[in-house]
């Protein structure tokens, strides 16, 4: 059975149309991840699916019931919304947070509510801090902590908004894996994300927003591999690299050598591999031809044709390859023995080393 259906929905503010035309139906247990550039719609298709900012055409059905003003309350508080800055109450403890909506809007009694709370802190982790203070927890912890909060109000469908793009990576991994277990336990979910590698492993479809619309949906195999249609490709091709520029020797290499780690991780590099692109991004980019050019520009990306990653650096100048002009100094020596191979080309007056590993 269809848990949401969506109708030919719109959301324009003022002449402005956000998103139009958009028809989806998800099933019990669908786990869909929502991509797309920024600004496209998704956090106000998420609102307009829980009415908390309804479209202004178009029909929301839950549970093949339309929603209306009648029965809005019982709606949104059956699909649960978990946004990027928790949105915890914080004069209340984690145990508060839990129980004050069960008691106030299901009428639990506040020993059931206690004891329904306990247990779904136990899933998420988090029951030896029940009587802790938002501001005493990580922001991983608060995080499931309002995971938690949506499951106590018996959502049956939790609606993510960009849950973990305000942790740190270990952060970020303990909220994924909360999110994974749910997804196991047949919950179903909306989960817009920049994580693309999550997005691709957590969902049974995929949606792509674009051009003020969902442009193209399919399974994750579709979208992150075949994608079909322009601007899905033209996205699925940039999230698979990394590129940075470096204007003089003065850059903030910790800001570039940051990028390369974070691009590593959100594509679920092998540590391995990303040990090496990591170095070679350092001794290749940092300690030489930033050394001596000053200016380049540094790309790292996937080929999922080839299976493998490649790290580019261009600078421009007469064709010289400054590897072989440095001869073997040790920054040249790791490049070198950490790429499978390393080359030199000179395109357009630009010369161009590519490692590849
Ligand atoms: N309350 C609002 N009033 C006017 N425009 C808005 C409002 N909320 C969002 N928008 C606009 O709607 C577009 C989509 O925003 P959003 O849904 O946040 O995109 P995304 O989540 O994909 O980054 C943006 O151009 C944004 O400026
Ligand atoms: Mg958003």
Redesign the pocket.
Known sequence: MNVISLKNLEKR??D?I?FKGVNADIERGEVVSII??????????L?AVNFL?PATGGEVFFKGVKVDKQNIDITRRKMGMVFQNFGLFSHLDVMGNLTVGPIKLLKKSASEAEAAALQLLKLVGMAERAHHFPYQLSGGQRQRVAIARCLAMQSEVILF?EPTSSLDPTMLAEVMAVIRNLAKSGMTMLV?THEMEFAREIANRVFY?DEQSLYEEGSPEDIFNNPKKPKTQEFILKIRSFSYEIKNRDFDFAEMLGGVENFCFRHAVDKKIAGRLQLIAEELVVNIIAQHYGECSLKVSFSSKLGNYTLTVGYKGANSNILEIIGDDLPVILVKKSAKTVKHEYIDEVNIITATL
């Open positions: 503010f003022e402005h956000i797309g550039p920024s600004g496209t719609g998704k956090s106000t298709l609102r900012d908004d817009v927003m």
